[in-house]
Nanobody, 111 residues
């Protein structure tokens, strides 16, 4: 079964940056779509950004212009570069690859 390991979360001040990574292992077949979801306390999980194997991307309106998703197909790794972070970006961020989910990594943005 595919395993996803996220890293790069943490505590940052508003206006700061973080880079999340998601490494996929036990890949049997190429994964087309990879993405990042987030869930804040008391809120529904939402899609933040997604990227296809050929590099097509999509973003939630709330992060457009601030977040950038990318991937390295050779390394089966996806990244989420987050800039100009806001307190409302605070959430657990989950990596998704196909139908597989990571365990999540906490991102906390202080005011």
């Amino acid at each position: 079964q595919v395993q996803l390991v996220e890293s790069g979360g943490g505590l940052v001040q508003a206006g700061g940056s973080l880079r999340l990574s998601c490494a996929a292992s036990r890949i049997i077949f190429p994964i087309n779509a990879m993405g990042w979801y987030r869930q804040a306390p008391g809120k529904q999980r939402e899609l933040v950004a997604a990227i296809t194997r050929d590099g097509s991307t999509s973003y939630a309106d709330s992060v457009k212009g601030r977040f950038t998703i990318s991937r390295d197909n050779a390394k089966n790794t996806a990244y989420l570069e987050m800039n100009s972070l806001k307190p409302e970006d605070t959430a657990v961020y989950y990596c998704v690859a196909g139908t597989f989910w990571g365990q999540g990594t906490q991102v906390t943005v202080s005011a």
